[in-house]
């Protein structure tokens, strides 16, 4: 009892217990991207394991529609701090991607700017469906 009591006053200290509860208010259930049927023009991910993850997965698929996809990571630390500055970055970042002409031919100078901006690496690679 005393381990469970100790760990709760750590993660309430770190902020894990406060995440943790946002998330649940914000997504009803966990999802599988591997199990979504959807397709998308644009996957955003906030750590390279996940990136690699769904790189991955639509890669294994055969391409039927060749409909490209690009997925872009965002690098983002499990902090507070790091999670708003993220979601301000990645927020701004999608309305840049809205409302350019050409996504196609723009978005890898798209990518710099915000790289350049942030001092954050971004990975982008196009996949089709």
């Given at each position: 009892?005393?381990?469970?009591?100790?760990?709760?006053?750590?993660?309430t200290?770190?902020?894990?217990?406060?995440?943790?509860?946002?998330?649940?208010r914000i997504e009803p259930q966990p999802e599988r991207f591997q199990n979504c049927r959807d397709l998308f023009d644009l996957i955003l991910t906030c750590e390279e394991?996940?990136?690699?993850?769904?790189l991955e997965d639509l890669n294994s698929k055969e391409q039927e529609t060749c409909?490209?996809?690009h997925v872009i990571n965002v690098d983002i630390q499990d902090s507070h701090e790091e999670v708003a500055?993220?979601?301000f970055l990645i927020c701004e970042l999608c309305q840049c991607i809205q409302h350019t002409e050409d996504v196609?031919?723009?978005?890898?100078?798209?990518l710099q700017e915000f790289e350049e901006k942030s001092g954050r690496a971004f990975l982008h690679t196009v996949c089709f469906y």
């Open positions: 009892m005393a381990d469970s009591v100790k760990y709760k006053e750590l993660y200290q770190n902020g894990i217990l406060h995440m943790l509860d946002r998330n649940k394991r996940a990136y690699d993850q769904v409909q490209p996809v500055l993220g979601a196609e031919n723009e978005i890898d100078e798209l």
